[in-house]
């Protein structure tokens, strides 16, 4: 028996106990009290940090190129403190699947409400957007719940159980999970039937699709969908972020839309894309443990190949919708 086909076949074996462990999790996280909660996240956090090497080392990589100035220690407390951060994403995105829709807003305060309701007021979609920071995860089910769904792309988990139970977990506020593959022309008819989509904006990219542009003073491949749709459908394009509390709380913040360049301008895709990205940035450098930097970002290479300026949704490939998980 080769390799592969041995591999192949102990897959669904794999994906079962997977499944099955976080099952156990997830009705653990539910029956015992949130503090408890909190502090076994930070030990799974710190789990993770000790057994991935590789991604701890990575991370470590990325926030020195983006820290020039902070030292080895205080580099090494960013990525601790991300993968902390991790461990408590991951146990309250189970508790949160358990929770009634009441429960979730009692832990969640908002800021900049009036944006939205601004643009619902004006019958017209928005576009949000955000990236691997903070709580990512939650931010998508208590909008659904505060305002209304809204319609996202995210990519495939390699285990389809749990591909299945993340699936669940989202829908069960109403929101419209859509794959990559046709992900632009779906977002377009969403915009277009006056819906709200969420995109993320800090994975690399490395097809046609991608557009160049500086994140943190280095260039990184970025998805250009979020600027040509933006373009093309005149839509408000609104950053959101999900803090966490010193209570154990979080502060859910939709900041004022990105201002949008001519749409004229034959380089208005990369400006709309670099200030989408410096938004993001903003918020890492303020809170440089709250953004998942095991994520390899900068790996811009030859085989990367940008469109021109003016993109459209036409000729942009299905790839260039860029969620995450």
Known sequence: MSGSSAGSRLR???????????????????????????KAATGLGLLFHRLDRRRRETAVKNVRAAFPLRTESECREIVRGAFTNLGRHILELLRFDTMSLEQMMDVVELEGVERVEQVIASGRGAMFFTGHFGFWELQIMVHAV???????????????????????????VGTRVIPRQGAIRGLLRGLQQHESVGMMIDQHMQDRSAIVVDFFNRPAATTSAIAVLALRTDVPVIPVFALPLPDGRYRLIYEAPVDRPDPDDPDAVRLLTQRCT????????????????????????????????????????????????
């Open 146 to 172: 505060r305002f209304a769904p809204i319609v996202m792309v995210a990519r495939t988990l390699d285990n389809p159980l749990l591909e299945a139970m993340i699936e669940r977990l989202r829908t069960r």
């Open 278 to 325: 410096d938004v993001l940035e903003m918020y890492v450098r303020r809170y440089p443990e709250l953004w998942l930097w095991m994520h390899r970002r900068w790996r811009v290479a030859d085989e990367v190949v940008e469109p021109p300026p003016t993109a459209s949704v036409e000729s942009a490939p299905p790839a260039a919708a860029c969620g995450g998980k």
């Open 12 to 38: 669904p074996i794999r994906h079962r106990l997977e499944y099955a462990m976080v099952a156990v999790v997830r009705l653990a996280v539910r029956l015992i009290p949130r503090a408890w909660m909190l």
